[in-house]
């Protein structure tokens, strides 16, 4: 069956240090990953997404994914936090019309 | 461009009364339809998915249900409101096919709180 974790349910960060939020996913064919985010009480947006090919994938706001089939996982990356970037990220993977998403992290930054 | 909507945006209903919350889509056709709900400190659970007029698949056993009367119409319903159905519902749509596949677009989302 699959599913998604995100072992991290809180990440605090300084303003300006660099981000990496985990996310595992278990299935078994090549996946497709999405990266999503939601400012409080609002609805969410696509970061990025994986379907195959370059396994490093770019997306809105300065952030990039890494995804490796080796380690069953998409972690979402950013160089440098800015306080904007603080919201709720939620990792999620496609199968079938189906979407499963991860537990989501939330990320706060400090100044 | 595409825009999706919800209303209401905030909801406050009594146990035992009825809901109907709408999202409608507008600029794309057959779109892949989608309710969830994120309950508090919690990621999104899917309710109902939708791949067409009339064709509704239900992921959770709940008193809740969901119709598409049209096709950029998904509506939830429930006839009599649990304390446990509170929580944040959020419509989203995406596409089977195309340079946007599978990309799911978020509505803004439903705050109903039963009391």
């Known amino acids: 069956a699959q599913s998604v974790t995100q072992p991290d349910i809180h990440i605090t960060v300084s303003e300006g240090a660099s981000l990496e939020l985990r996310c595992n996913y278990s299935y078994g064919a090549t996946p497709y990953l999405f990266w999503y985010v939601q400012s409080p009480g609002q609805g969410l947006q696509l970061l990025l997404k994986?379907?195959?090919?370059?396994?490093l994938v770019q997306g809105i706001k300065g952030f990039e994914a890494e995804f490796k089939r080796s380690q069953s996982s998409f972690n979402l990356r950013k160089p440098s936090v800015h306080w904007s970037d603080a919201a709720e990220y939620f990792c999620v993977l496609y199968n079938f019309n189906k979407f499963y998403f991860g537990s989501g992290t939330k990320l706060n930054v400090k100044p | 461009s595409q825009t999706i909507h919800q209303w209401p945006a905030t909801l406050v209903q009594p146990v035992g009364s009825p809901l109907s919350l709408e999202c409608t889509v507008e600029g794309t056709s057959n779109p892949n339809l989608y309710w969830y709900r994120q309950a508090a400190g919690r990621g999104l659970q899917l309710l109902f998915y939708?791949?067409?007029?009339?064709?509704i698949s239900s992921e959770v056993p709940q008193n809740l249900s969901a119709s598409r009367p049209q096709d950029r119409q998904f509506i939830l319903s429930s006839k009599k409101l649990l304390l446990s159905d509170s929580g944040f519902y959020l419509c989203a749509w995406s596409l089977g096919t195309g340079p946007t596949v599978y990309e799911q677009y978020f509505g803004p989302g439903t705050r109903l709180t039963v009391t």
């Open positions: 939708s791949v067409g007029i009339g064709q």
């Open positions: 994986y379907f195959s090919g370059d396994t």
